[in-house]
């Protein structure tokens, strides 16, 4: 059974950072990409950014320069670090990742941005 696993949201002052992880586990075949989306209330869920296995990288507009994506492929986690907050971006965070033709999502976790 896939099981992934998110931590590290909570609460922060603007313009301070916080360190996202998910570890995903059960899962038998490699990983072709992992990822970050959030949902904010009343809006849609949004791609936050995404790393595939090689590590290529991409990331939303309103992220960029701020937040970085990285995985450690051989504990099937990813990481998301996120620095200069603001308050726009809390949000509930979910990671996804794709393996196959499937793709798995996570429970969430929420982040806090006070101004």
């Known amino acids: 059974q896939v099981q992934l696993v998110a931590s590290g949201g909570g609460l922060v002052q603007a313009g301070g950072s916080l360190r996202l992880s998910c570890a995903a586990s059960g899962i038998i075949f490699s990983i072709n990409y992992m990822a970050w989306y959030r949902q904010a209330p009343g809006k849609e869920r949004e791609l936050v950014a995404i790393i595939t296995r090689g590590g290529t990288t991409d990331y939303a507009d309103s992220v960029k320069g701020r937040f970085t994506i990285s995985r450690d492929n051989a504990k099937n986690t990813v990481f998301l670090q996120m620095n200069s907050l603001k308050p726009e971006d809390a949000a509930v965070y979910y990671c996804?990742?794709?393996?196959?033709?499937?793709?798995?999502w996570g429970q969430g976790t929420q982040v806090t941005v006070s101004s």
């Open positions: 996804n990742v794709g393996v196959r033709s499937f793709t798995y």
